[in-house]
């Protein structure tokens, strides 16, 4: 094991020795590391001070946590720009990923005075609801919500809903997206977004919030997104 004093504190030990570890190859991606008490005890160390290692080793975007299952060896970071107009299984095999796409729910409901807001609906409209998991190399990364218009989509629960909604909305019903407004700022995952994404309550996610327009300027719809944060790099090109 590397000499203690070249690597400062027992805290960076840690972290550099496994990102060497990774760096050579030694852990691939996908491995799953020894758990926490193994941990603690290869380092001879707290288990505090180990949990501080592998924090700072998720953030890096190294490592990921899985709830109840232990921690895992990062894949690439996913290269994502919302301003794009690709579906997600097009951007995910440009970068020579796998994609797919969970259903969890799809149902007529009534928009949120949240929704309302950001849809410029009056209230009591309906709007229909899609809850998905998108996964990249059999990973869960991304949970969404996706809030339509209902009177611009009828029947759209008709349809295969695992596809690309970007294709179902231009092939079914002619429509291209055009403008996007977004918000983006990290928030906590709780109930069905930390148990679709594998996480704990309160675990750190990325949330992106997208209300998309048409070609002609007219609202669409909203994407609410919530990433693992240790999954992508959010890249924007302002050209």
Known sequence: MPNPIRYGSQTTRIRKVLEEQIDQGLLRPGDKLPSERELSALFETTRITLKDALLALEAAG?????????????????????????????????????????????????????????????????????????????????????????SRFPRILDHDLTQSLTCLYKEQFGYSYGRARFEIYPTAAQGIIAESLNLADSSPVLFIKRINYDQNGQILDSDLEYWRHDAVCVSIDSG
């Open 62 to 150: 190294r490592i990921y946590c899985e709830d109840r299952r232990g921690w895992f060896v990062s894949r690439p970071r996913l290269m994502y720009n919302p301003q794009y107009r690709i579906h997600f299984h097009e951007m995910v095999t440009m970068q020579n990923r796998q994609a797919s796409t969970q259903v969890l729910s799809a149902a007529s409901t009534l928009a949120t005075p949240e929704l309302c807001r950001d849809l410029n609906l009056q209230p009591l409209t309906p709007v229909i609801k899609i809850q998905r998991v998108r996964s990249v190399d059999g990973r869960a990364v991304k949970y969404v919500e996706h809030n339509l218009i209902a």
